[in-house]
């Protein structure tokens, strides 16, 4: 048996209350025109009154229509909040003895997600993480980013090699690009003019093993930097330098994958070490003069400051980034810190024991 229940939905309920201050202003209103003597007195404080009268129910609308605003906006950001969150999950501060943060600024006004993509997981291969660069910025290319993040989440536990982690992601984009291209042109051939035939991903594979040791796969997009802090008699001092000088791959989507692609191998991250992804859209802020963010200084002053605390280190390059371009950057940007607390040894609050050199493979 079906049970109805009766009474007002709410949809009628909230449509109640939106509309319920509007007419009782207008029905004082008419009220007042129709009833009140003084409406109708042509005399200089007769006038004065009604235009009062008048002048407080237009005012009172203007306020209610203002809040009713302001409520529907709070009511899309969450929502839209919510969405992003799912979208680029918030980062644990710690995985499997690595200490983690990340950001994101979107250069897209009102977004908190962008072109920009990344994340970290734990997996029993090693820590994986993706950092990727959608063609375009803000809020276009966040199906592209959901299509890729949604693959590396389950690639990333299933495929006991990074290469393989590459070639699923690969072809999950085919599959949105070719959804998204017949998705504007319905029962015809998208052809080579079409936008999405344009478009393509600059993407960085990471593993991080348990050993520490690091190897990834880079189709196009910036190296990582290794960060070290040093103790010494002059204070704290900072290091920063990419992990390797090989040549990438090409960039996912207009290009096909070798067959076989070959790990490049990073060395190894040391208790204490940091590792610092970025997008392109953090090297390549310009200034009003046109030169680029230096972003190695700015890491290094960033190290100083606070020593390879993780979100410390992405709040003092954000800063430097956003003073740089004296506001929103014009593309998106995305930085991720990893520290190795695996047997670290300290020193004091935020100071590290000097370690050898090692070699960059």
Same mark, same amino acid.
């Given at each position: 048996? %079906?049970?109805?229940?009766?009474?007002?939905?709410?949809?009628?309920?909230?449509?109640?209350?939106?509309?319920?201050? !509007?007419?009782?202003?207008?029905?004082?209103?008419?009220?007042?025109?129709?009833?009140? =003597?003084?409406?109708?007195?042509? @005399?200089?404080?007769?006038?004065?009154?009604?235009?009062?009268?008048?002048?407080?129910?237009?005012? @009172?609308?203007?306020?209610?229509? &203002?809040?009713?605003?302001?409520?529907?906006?709070? *009511?899309?950001?969450?929502?839209?909040?919510?969405? *992003?969150?799912?979208?680029?999950?918030?980062? !644990?501060?710690?995985? /499997?003895?690595?200490?983690?943060?990340?950001? *994101?600024?979107?250069?897209?006004?009102?977004?908190?997600?962008?072109?920009?993509?990344?994340?970290?997981?734990?997996?029993?291969?090693? +820590?994986?993480?993706?950092?990727?660069?959608?063609r375009g910025h803000g809020l276009a290319a966040l199906s592209?980013?959901?299509?890729?993040?949604?693959?590396?989440?389950? /690639?990333?536990?299933?495929?006991?090699?990074?290469?393989?982690?590459?070639?699923?992601?690969?072809?999950?984009?085919?599959?949105?690009?070719?959804?998204?291209?017949?998705?504007?042109? !319905?029962?015809?051939?998208?052809?080579?003019?079409?936008?999405?035939?344009?478009?393509?991903?600059?993407?960085?594979?990471?593993?991080?093993?348990?050993?520490?040791? %690091? +190897?990834?796969?880079?189709?196009?997009?910036?190296?990582?930097? &290794?960060?070290?802090?040093?103790? @010494?008699?002059?204070? +704290?001092?900072?290091r920063a330098f990419p992990v390797t000088e090989a040549d990438?791959? =090409?960039?996912?989507? =207009?290009?096909?994958?070798?067959?076989?692609?070959?790990?490049?191998?990073?060395? $190894?991250?040391?208790p204490g070490e940091a590792l610092f992804l970025h997008t392109?859209?953090?090297?390549?802020?310009?200034?009003?003069?046109?030169?680029?963010? =230096?972003?190695?200084?700015?890491? %290094?002053?960033?190290?100083?400051?606070?020593?390879?605390?993780?979100?410390?280190?992405?709040?003092?390059?954000?800063? *430097?980034?956003?003073?740089?371009?004296?506001?929103?950057?014009?593309?998106?940007?995305?930085?991720?810190?990893?520290?190795?607390?695996?047997?670290?040894?300290?020193?004091?609050?935020?100071?590290?024991? $000097?370690? $050898?050199?090692?070699?960059?493979?």
């Amino acid at each position: 048996m %079906i049970r109805i229940k009766a009474g007002v939905p709410p949809w009628l309920r909230s449509s109640a209350r939106a509309l319920g201050l !509007p007419m009782l202003w207008g029905a004082v209103a008419i009220t007042y025109k129709l009833v009140c =003597p003084l409406a109708h007195d042509a @005399g200089f404080g007769a006038r004065l009154v009604t235009g009062a009268v008048f002048f407080a129910v237009g005012t @009172g609308l203007v306020v209610h229509v &203002r809040y009713a605003l302001l409520r529907e906006v709070r *009511q899309i950001r969450k929502v839209a909040a919510a969405a *992003q969150n799912v979208l680029l999950r918030p980062l !644990p501060p710690r995985v /499997a003895g690595l200490a983690l943060a990340g950001g *994101q600024l979107s250069a897209e006004r009102g977004a908190s997600v962008g072109g920009d993509l990344y994340d970290v997981l734990a997996t029993e291969h090693g +820590v994986r993480i993706v950092m990727g660069d959608v063609r375009g910025h803000g809020l276009a290319a966040l199906s592209t980013v959901a299509a890729v993040l949604g693959s590396f989440r389950e /690639a990333g536990h299933d495929e006991p090699e990074l290469a393989g982690v590459l070639r699923r992601l690969d072809r999950a984009l085919a599959r949105h690009l070719g959804e998204r291209a017949r998705c504007e042109r !319905p029962g015809g051939d998208p052809g080579p003019d079409s936008p999405v035939a344009e478009e393509f991903v600059t993407l960085l594979l990471v593993e991080i093993r348990a050993d520490g040791g %690091i +190897v990834a796969l880079n189709c196009g997009h910036p190296w990582p930097y &290794r960060l070290r802090s040093l103790s @010494g008699p002059r204070g +704290v001092r900072g290091r920063a330098f990419p992990v390797t000088e090989a040549d990438p791959l =090409p960039p996912l989507g =207009p290009f096909p994958l070798p067959a076989e692609p070959a790990l490049v191998p990073c060395g $190894p991250l040391l208790p204490g070490e940091a590792l610092f992804l970025h997008t392109d859209g953090v090297a390549d802020a310009r200034d009003a003069r046109g030169r680029f963010f =230096p972003l190695e200084i700015a890491l %290094i002053e960033a190290i100083r400051s606070d020593p390879l605390a993780p979100d410390a280190v992405i709040r003092a390059v954000f800063r *430097q980034l956003l003073r740089h371009t004296r506001g929103l950057p014009t593309d998106d940007a995305a930085v991720l810190v990893l520290r190795n607390d695996r047997g670290r040894t300290r020193a004091g609050r935020g100071t590290y024991l $000097p370690r $050898p050199a090692h070699r960059v493979v």
